[in-house]
Structures are given as structure tokens and as C-alpha cells.
């Protein structure tokens, strides 16, 4: 019987198990893992005045009878440009609606909020509840929620939009439908529903029936937490988390938005977490340290803290500083990946 030696090596195996669709656990280089979590995304500041340049010229050439949104997104310099997201779980985009014009009704499996920062006479009509907005309001569009914009204005509106699009995207859940009829009609007013929560809550209300959180309200409350110094809090200012009213839960699944108050001459100290948060500067200025960068910001600027980067604001001016944030904590949180060091 005739019997060749045959002498085995690690590339031949390599080789043959890619054939076979196999490949070995030596090829991910898993020995080399770093002990903290790393990211891609990179800490960015978007200037106010370049996106509101862009806006603008986007409403000169860009109709919405042809386009289903006019919306300029902010692209992370660390991330594949192609995919267009300003972080690795969220995207953050601004929408701009001219007075007349309607965006049309739709759904997606991304879930979305809206931070309004300029124009009064538009509204988001949510499954057929019509939210009015104006500066400060936060407007959400939960999964699969109906949802068109229309401006009855005189003036443009133009509104922030965060969505969890780039998770949505990499669970491979994506998926869009148009509604009907370009625009829902109209059945109940947020007002309606915003009358029926508060310290008491009617019995029954569905979850999904919460949408709206004015400006009228969130702001004297941010203002009333600041006469209480103990709820200052050493890494954040005077916070206030916009929580789900009926479950006391986050903002929505994957996406926890919160507003901050820095005082005047206000130094936080600095700490890091696995969550992602991205800041939109409502009113002042002042600076957040990154790592080893700063960003100098002001009013309508937008920056990312990533993911387990030291960072600490500061306020040296004399008026208070006003920042909205979104933060994938929620998502994190029932991953169980979420952790925070001082
Ligand atoms: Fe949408
Ligand atoms: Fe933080």
C-alpha cells in the first residue's frame, strides 16, 4: 500500500476550512482585545451657522413635492461617510419646512424625535394627534407611528431630528411605508392627551398615546430644580431626563433625551460611560472637554461625546448655558452594557 506523508500547516488549514465556509478562532486575533470599549466615532462639533447655511440653500432647490424629506444630516468624520450617521447609534439631522409646505405622511421601523429650535405655525401630526411646535417642545415619533409635518406658518421651521436609525440599521430591521393619504387627518389635539396625565394619570391611557413635551413645561421645571443646590449634579449641571410619563421609563427604547442647565461660571468634573450622547446647544455658551480636545460652543451648535471619552463641560460665561442631549443609554441599559467610571 502506497501512503504519501502528509504534513498539515495552519494556512492550509485556513485555506481548506474557507471552502468550507469555516474559518478558525486564531484568525480574529481575539488575543489582542482591548480592555475597554472602543469606538470608531470620533468627537465632533457641527458649527450652527454651516447648518443653517445648508438648510437654507437645501430650501431653494430641494421641493418636497419630489424629495420626502429636506434634511441635512451630521456626518462623523470617523465614521464610513457613505452611511451618513453622526454616531454609530444615532442619527442627528435638521429639518427645514417652508410656510405652505407639507412633508408626507409615513412610518419606519426607526424611531424619531424632534427638538424644535426656530418658527411658531407648524405642527407634527403623530398617528392623528397634532402636536404644535415651537422652540424648546420635544415631539416624539415612536416605531411605526404615522407621522407628517405641515406648516401653516408665515415663517420656516426648522426642528432638530434624532432616530436610531444606524442600530435599526445594523439589526437589519429597517423598513419604511407611505401612508395614504399624503396628510393624516387631524382626531385629537396633544393638549388633550397632555390634560390627562400630570400628577394623576387616567386609568387605561394607552402608552402609545404620549407624544409631546412642551417647552412651557420642561422649562420652569429646569428652572425650579436650580433652586435646589443638592440636585446639582457634578457631572451634568441641573438635569432634568424627559422620562416616559406613564411607565417612568426612558424616552423611548433606545434613545433617553434629557436637558441640562449649566450656571453661570459652572465647572463639571469629569467622568466617562459606554453610552454615546449627543448635545445641541439650546441657549449660552461655554466649552466641553473631550479627551484631550475642547470644544468651544454656542447657541445652535451640535457635538458628540463618544462612547468611554473623559468629559466635563464648562460654563465661564456670566448667563446660564441651556444643552438638549440624546444618549443611547436606554439600549445600552437592556443590553446590559452600560458602565460608568469616575
Ligand atoms: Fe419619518
Ligand atoms: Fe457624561
Known sequence: MNQTAHIDSVEQLDQDMAGKNLSGYWRLGMEGLPNHPVTAVQPCLWKWQDVYDSLVRAGEVISLENSERRVVRLV????????????????????YVKPGENARAHRHTPAALRFVIQGNGAYTTVNGQQCVM?????????????????????????????????????LHQVMQ?????RRQSIEKSSEAVMGQLGNSVRHGLPLAEFFHYKWRDTEPALRALTKTPAARDRFDGYLLEFRNPVTGGPTMTTIQCAVQLLPAKEETHSHRH?????????????????????????????????????????????????????????????????????
Open 76 to 95: 462623523n468624520p470617523g465614521l464610513d461617510r457613505k452611511h451618513a450617521f453622526a454616531t454609530h447609534t444615532i442619527q442627528v439631522s435638521f429639518q
Open 134 to 170: 415651537e422652540p424648546g417642545d420635544l415631539i416624539l415619533t415612536p416605531k411605526l407611528t404615522w407621522h407628517d409635518h405641515s406648516n401653516d406658518g408665515g415663517a420656516p421651521i426648522v426642528w432638530l431630528d434624532g432616530l436610531d436609525f444606524p442600530l435599526v440599521t445594523a
Open 177 to 181: 411605508e407611505r401612508f395614504s393619504e
Open 274 to 342: 459606554t453610552s454615546t450622547v449627543m448635545y445641541h446647544v439650546f441657549c449660552g455658551q461655554g466649552t466641553t472637554e473631550i479627551g484631550e480636545q475642547r470644544f468651544n460652543w454656542q447657541k445652535g451648535d451640535t457635538f458628540v461625546v463618544p462612547l468611554w471619552h473623559p468629559h466635563r463641560h464648562l460654563n465661564s460665561s456670566s448667563d446660564d448655558a441651556i444643552l438638549f442631549s440624546m444618549s443611547d443609554a436606554p439600549a445600552l441599559k437592556a443590553l446590559d452594557l452600560y458602565r460608568e467610571e469616575i
